[in-house]
């Protein structure tokens, strides 16, 4: 008995070539800088000015929902002026490495060899101090970039006036 492969073939190919639905996701992109992986705190300031912050909950194309002290806050798209997240320590801790590089190969440059040949080569020692520098100020460029609480503007609507921002007085000064 010969079996033919030549239906079995047809009908495959028929099967693929047919047209099926497609379904589009929907577009994120307005959200851009928005992670929901790591489901990080975030500012939603609205329209009116109020400001809420909370952990990103859910983010859809015309809205997002955040968690704010227990209760989720549902914002449209419409109602939202500006969203900020907090500043990562990675600017500062690189601002310290890259200072203590520089003081730690200056200070390493000019610095005696210890023991008996003051003027000599003491790569061990040097590499020491460059190491110990870079430590010490890549420490110190976290720890000042973690005292200074930054934000990011992840999103701004168009249209919002940067002179609207509120003004925090840093001092109060009486005569």
């Given at each position: 008995m010969h079996c033919s492969l030549r239906p079995l073939a047809?009908?495959?190919?028929s099967l693929c070539l047919l047209a099926a639905p497609a379904h589009a996701q929907p577009s994120l992109d307005r959200w851009a800088g928005l992670d929901m992986k790591?489901?990080?705190?975030?500012?939603?300031?609205?329209?009116?000015?109020?400001?809420?912050?909370?952990?990103?909950?859910?983010?859809?194309?015309?809205?997002?929902v955040v968690l704010a002290g227990g209760v989720e806050r549902h914002f449209e798209l419409g109602d939202v002026a500006r969203i900020q997240k907090r500043d990562s320590l990675r600017n500062g801790t690189l601002i310290?490495?890259?200072v203590?590089?520089?003081m730690g190969l200056l200070a390493g440059?000019?610095?005696?060899c210890p023991g008996s040949d003051p003027g000599g080569s003491c790569a061990g020692a040097r590499a020491a101090t460059v190491a110990v520098s870079m430590g010490v100020y890549t420490a110190l460029g976290a720890g000042v970039d973690a005292l200074v609480r930054g934000r990011t503007?992840?999103?701004?609507?168009?249209?919002?006036?940067?002179?609207?921002?509120?003004?925090?007085?840093?001092a109060r000064l009486t005569w």
């Open positions: 047809f009908t495959l190919a790591e489901l990080q705190t975030i500012y939603v300031r609205d329209t009116a000015g109020t400001e809420t912050a909370g952990r990103l909950l859910r983010l859809n194309p015309d809205s997002l310290g490495l890259a203590g590089t520089a440059g000019i610095s005696d503007t992840i999103y701004e609507r168009r249209g919002v006036s940067s002179s609207a921002r509120a003004v925090v007085p840093l």
